[in-house]
């Protein structure tokens, strides 16, 4: 079943509030990332969230590789549901659509684990609705995310950041992946996620799931770096804060891939105290 758009009933003030659309994807290794970025986003944000996590079993490739549990996604709703209790959490289990799509196909090893391929099945999962904010789970929120999510995107098939080093590298309007704006109706009609699929099937690229989308765009919007931030979390204006692999000169060059759910390592190596009420919640729900 397709969903356009989920509308809450008519507070007070006579205005009507759309539920904001949320997209994560990912493994049971992934809890940590799933709840730290939803702290951090229902702690700034008052619109209730629905959040949809793609989830599938791969154990054929990795015994790692196996969904994210109810019990996971249960206590990630709970959580939520203490900062609004209109926010709510659903568990996709996409494993049958990813075996159609990708099986055996020469992307399954890309630089990240083929969990990154699930957003490309966005179009095609039920449920999913026609707006839908998709995040990757090395994210923290560090503003009101309806700022980002109101963004129109009516005549473009998504919006984007430019990614920090590839646009240098690879083209001018090279994006990031980890934070996307989908409009999916749209989507549905030019058929960019089936032909990024195509390419995932049949030409093997560093960069698979990021590039596959790129060759396959239509027409995109590009937006201000704060809205995917990828090195500095401490300017005022930011939105998302994508704790991804950095590209490091000094002392010599290296890369470092800090997440924040690694609380002393930010704090140590990034220098980096935007999320700390955050973390220390997050870290008082581990105990529990």
């Not at 994807?25 to 809890?31: H, P, R, S, T």
């Not at 969230?49 to 079993?57: E, Q």
């Not at 590839?166 to 009609?189: E, S, T």
């Not at 999320?275 to 105990?287: C, S």
Request: glycine share 4%.
């Amino acid at each position: 079943m397709e969903v356009s758009v989920v509308f809450e009933a008519l507070p007070e003030d006579g205005r009507t509030h759309i539920m904001i659309n949320l997209l994560l994807c990912g493994n049971e290794k992934v809890f940590d990332g799933a709840l730290t970025l939803l702290i951090s986003m229902t702690n700034r944000t008052k619109e209730a969230v629905h959040v949809f996590i793609m989830t599938m079993d791969l154990q054929r490739l990795s015994p790692d590789y196996v969904c994210i549990t109810e019990a996971q996604t249960d206590f990630l709703e709970k959580v939520i549901q203490g900062k609004n209790p209109e926010n709510k959490v659903t568990r996709l289990d996409v494993t049958h659509l990813y075996e159609m799509a990708f099986h055996q196909c020469i992307n399954e090893g890309a630089y990240c684990t083929p969990y990154t391929l699930l957003r490309l099945l966005a179009d095609v999962t039920p449920g999913i609705p026609d707006k839908i904010l998709y995040l990757d789970m090395d994210i923290m929120i560090a503003g009101d995310i309806k700022e980002l999510y109101d963004i129109d995107i009516s005549d473009v098939e998504y919006a984007a950041v430019k990614e920090k080093y590839g646009c240098w590298l690879i083209r001018p309007d090279y994006f990031n992946a980890g934070m996307l704006l989908l409009n999916i109706g749209k989507i549905r009609y030019s058929g960019l996620l089936g032909k990024a699929r195509e390419r995932i099937r049949t030409k093997k690229m560093l960069f698979a799931d990021q590039t596959a989308i790129f060759k396959s765009t239509t027409k995109k919007k590009l937006l201000p770096r704060r809205f995917n931030e990828q090195s500095k979390f401490d300017r005022k204006d930011t939105i998302v804060c994508h704790f991804c692999k950095r590209l490091m000169f000094r002392p010599f060059p290296h890369t470092e891939n800090y997440k924040q759910w690694q609380v002393e390592e930010i704090h140590k190596y990034l220098n980096c105290h935007t999320f700390d009420a955050d973390l220390e919640e997050y870290l008082r729900l581990k105990e529990v």
